[in-house]
């Protein structure tokens, strides 16, 4: 029986694959579980446009973060924190801290996981913060300021 897979499946395909599987299988796990659907023409058009759309997407989005970046090169975000006499934060700096200072100074709203931090930030001073999300990679300065007692 010929299945269109419509989600990854371990050690049988990845999505919008046309497979061949014996028809216990295609019928009792993949179509059941709704990892994908038979082969018909009516279900290959619709999943060749919902494949071309999420290029689509995929590609807008590709667009738009590498303008993201290009804006953030050379840019100094400032965060003002607690921290000791000795320059020693009271609370560590996380990925969502910075995604959120991000978000309020230049109004980019990039995703968290796309902020590269070896170890929360403990003390006051200038970083370079990585950014990466699949080819497209950036960075830019992240000053980190003690709030005035």
Do not use: C, W
Request: net charge neutral.
């Amino acid at each position: 029986m010929k299945i269109i897979l419509t989600k990854d499946v371990a050690k049988v395909g990845r999505a919008y694959e046309v497979k061949d599987l014996s028809d216990g299988f295609a019928r009792n796990l993949i179509i059941a579980r709704g990892l994908g659907l038979p082969a018909t023409e009516e279900n290959l058009k619709r999943l060749r446009k919902e494949k071309d759309q999420r290029e689509m997407s995929s590609k807008v989005q590709t667009e738009l973060l590498e303008g993201a970046l290009e804006q953030l090169e050379g840019l100094v975000v400032k965060i003002s924190v607690k921290a000791s006499d000795t320059g020693h934060l009271f609370a560590g700096l996380h990925e969502r801290d910075i995604r959120a200072a991000l978000k309020e100074q230049t109004h980019l709203n990039l995703p968290e996981e796309m902020i590269i931090l070896e170890e929360p930030i403990k003390t006051v001073g200038e970083r370079v913060i990585k950014l990466k999300t699949g080819p497209i990679e950036g960075q830019f300065k992240l000053l980190i300021e003690r709030l005035p007692s």
